[in-house]
């Protein structure tokens, strides 16, 4: 057991006394067993909120990007908030796994999974937007430097938009291979319990045969540390990048040097925020409330509490930095934003991101699991008015007063945002009744250093 | 080649360390252990060399690094030069700022893939890949040694049951033809 120590400050990450096997029962179950009402209801909320989305993309597309309510003076708006919203929810995900994992934080392990699958599917989410604002949408492929029959036409490697389009899909595909190659030996789990034929095709096909040999195993982990060593600047340059798109354009409120690690803060926020408020939920639903514990919680407030108040920092600097560039445009552009016509989307994003989540200094407060809800959704709602405003506020007042004008989102517009969740929803409600949940072979490795019972036992023994 | 398979199955990583570092001190070698997690040390004790994935990645990396200079290089310098916003579009270097993250987003697309590729190829795992684990328990919380012998397993198996063993099993190797 000396092997096994754990500073006894260390509260357990695992209660309830599990064994080996227990972890498996636990984790399997959501698997193995029926799904209840409760998910058979939300379940089919999403599926109607997804069926409507695509209603509106179908429309949008046969009829024309008109269909929304963008104009000439705000030709960006829902769309892009939509989609830097998503690529930032995103980033809690590889955050949590590789982030995490290069800190050697235990606590991770709990949510690594869930974690990452949040970010493959709300990537694709946020992958939709730029492709439908396309307008034709099958000529996506233009996008990518192929040779082509219509001359020798290549992309722009100098724009921003180019640059988006590798840095999402190396994103989006080096994290489905990370996930996937950490779920291998927990498919095999799966697997080698499964009693129904059908079950067991299945997850032997996608466990790609998998049997925990010692040699797999020692490249398995070289290959997770390597893999998270790649992923964390990767994910980085991701919401740099996202930032750049704004950054490198020459208009006030957008042409701010400090967007990038402001982006990648305000990204780590609203994804850790979108992580919480899945997990309350899953913890209670499958079961879970021995692996995720109110530990688990409270850290996650914790991070979110900090990159709350690195993204107030940003914003307040932003409008020093307005105002002491001497430039009018600038200094016009953030005035317009906190007092201006959309002063309530200003507001609502400060109150939602800067103060909200100051609460989370109160010990009471972080470990309450209603109040970390309902701040979680606060966080998302304030993150969404933040894309929201950077883009709208800085183009509906432009240096023409004549073409001054507000955007209002048509049914449309709404309707693809909310197909978006909906379609987000049946991902993760499918995903949860299908995959194990949590990666239960890396949690099987500190069940002895941070379980409660071997924790309870080596300060009774010694 | 061997004749006689056993298995030595446990219910513990500490105990199946402890048996593994034993029947390597009494020279007799060991197949394969299979187990649910990684349990940390295995590796040393088994004498298993170091994985060079690390570096097989980095090496990929560098093909990603080379071949983004190499394709942005020939797209937007050589074949196809445009005036685009005032960018100098003549000199690769003078243009190379605005290439940054994308010789940046390659490498790492190069190193991840390819060392993953690089690991299940070497692991031989794909889909429809049959598992080779002996016991369908060794993914959930057994760790089982695989022995392969000639001869009389009396003493191995004396050797074995001092350690904390929960089950032994000995098979015939039916597989001889194939190994």
């Known amino acids: ?254 042409h701010t040097t400090i967007f990038p690690p402001y982006f990648v803060a305000g990204a780590i926020f609203s994804g850790f925020a979108m992580v919480q408020t899945l997990l309350i939920v899953m913890r209670k639903v499958s079961n879970l409330e021995n692996y995720i514990t109110i530990q688990h919680i409270e850290l996650m407030n914790i991070v979110i509490m900090i990159t709350g108040c690195i993204v107030g920092c940003a914003y307040i600097t932003e409008l020093f930095i307005a105002w002491y560039s001497g430039v009018e445009y600038e200094q016009y552009a953030f005035l317009n934003r906190a007092t201006g016509p959309y002063w309530w989307a200003y507001w609502s994003m400060m109150t939602c991101n800067v103060f909200s989540p100051q609460f989370m200094w109160v010990k009471k407060l972080r470990t309450s699991i209603v109040f970390s809800f309902v701040i979680s959704i606060v966080v998302n709602i304030g993150m969404w008015f933040e894309r929201f405003v950077i883009i709208v506020t800085s183009l509906h007042r432009d240096y023409l007063p004549s073409s001054w004008t507000m955007f209002s989102p048509t049914v449309f517009d709404i309707g693809i945002f909310l197909g978006t969740i909906g379609f987000f929803f049946v991902l993760f409600l499918l995903y949860s009744r299908t995959f194990p949940v949590i990666a239960q072979a890396e949690v099987k490795t500190i069940l002895k250093t941070s379980g409660d019972n071997y924790k309870k036992m080596r300060d009774k023994n010694g | 080649m061997a004749e006689k398979i056993l298995h030595a199955i446990y219910d513990d990583d500490d105990k199946l360390l402890a048996a593994v570092k034993k029947i390597k001190e009494a020279k007799i070698d060991i197949e394969e252990v299979y187990t649910p997690f990684p349990v940390h040390g295995l590796d040393k004790v088994l004498g298993l060399k170091e994985t060079r994935l690390a570096i097989t990645a980095f090496i990929y990396g560098c093909i990603g690094f080379s071949f983004a200079i190499w394709m942005m290089n020939h797209i937007m310098i050589l074949d196809w030069p445009q005036n685009i916003g005032g960018k100098p579009s003549f000199s690769f270097i003078e243009n190379m700022p605005s290439f940054v993250p994308i010789m940046f987003e390659l490498t790492v697309f190069f190193a991840a893939h390819l060392m993953v590729i690089t690991f299940y190829l070497r692991s031989k795992l794909w889909p429809f890949k049959e598992a080779e684990n002996p016991i369908p328990n060794t993914t959930d919380d057994k760790f089982l040694i695989e022995i392969k012998f000639d001869g009389s397993e009396k003493e191995i198996k004396k050797l074995i049951k001092e350690t904390d063993v929960l089950e032994i099993k000995l098979h015939l190797n039916k597989k001889n033809d194939n190994d």
């Open chain 1, 1 to 254: 057991m000396a092997s096994h120590y754990e500073a006894p400050i260390r509260k357990p990450l695992v209660t309830g006394g599990k064994s080996y096997h227990d972890v498996s029962v636990d984790i399997v179950n959501a698997v193995e067993g029926k799904a209840n009402k409760q998910w058979w209801i939300v379940f089919s909320i999403a599926l109607i909120m997804f069926l409507w989305g695509i209603g509106c993309i179908i429309y949008t597309i046969s009829t024309g990007i008109g269909a929304w309510g963008l104009n000439k003076t705000v030709g960006w708006a829902w769309d892009i908030t939509n989609f830097v919203w998503w690529v930032g929810i995103g980033h809690a995900g590889t955050l949590i796994s590789a982030v995490l994992l290069l800190f050697r934080q235990k606590w991770r392990m709990a949510i690594n999974r869930s974690a990452e699958a949040m970010t493959i599917f709300s990537v694709i989410q946020a992958g939709l937007f730029p492709i439908i604002h396309m307008g034709r949408p099958w000529l996506a492929f233009w996008t990518l430097p192929i040779p082509n029959a219509y001359g020798s036409l290549w992309v722009n490697f100098n724009s921003p938009l180019l640059w988006d389009v590798f840095a999402i899909s190396t994103y989006l595909s080096v994290s489905l291979v990370f996930w996937w190659t950490g779920l291998l030996p927990d498919f095999a789990m799966i697997r080698d319990r499964a009693v129904k034929p059908f079950q067991k095709k299945i997850y032997s096909l996608v466990s790609f045969g998998w049997s925990g040999r010692a040699k797999d195993w020692q490249r398995f982990e070289e290959v997770s540390l390597v893999l998270a060593g790649l992923a964390t600047p990767l994910v980085l340059s991701v919401h740099t990048i996202v930032s750049f798109d704004f950054a490198t354009s020459v208009i006030p409120g957008w």
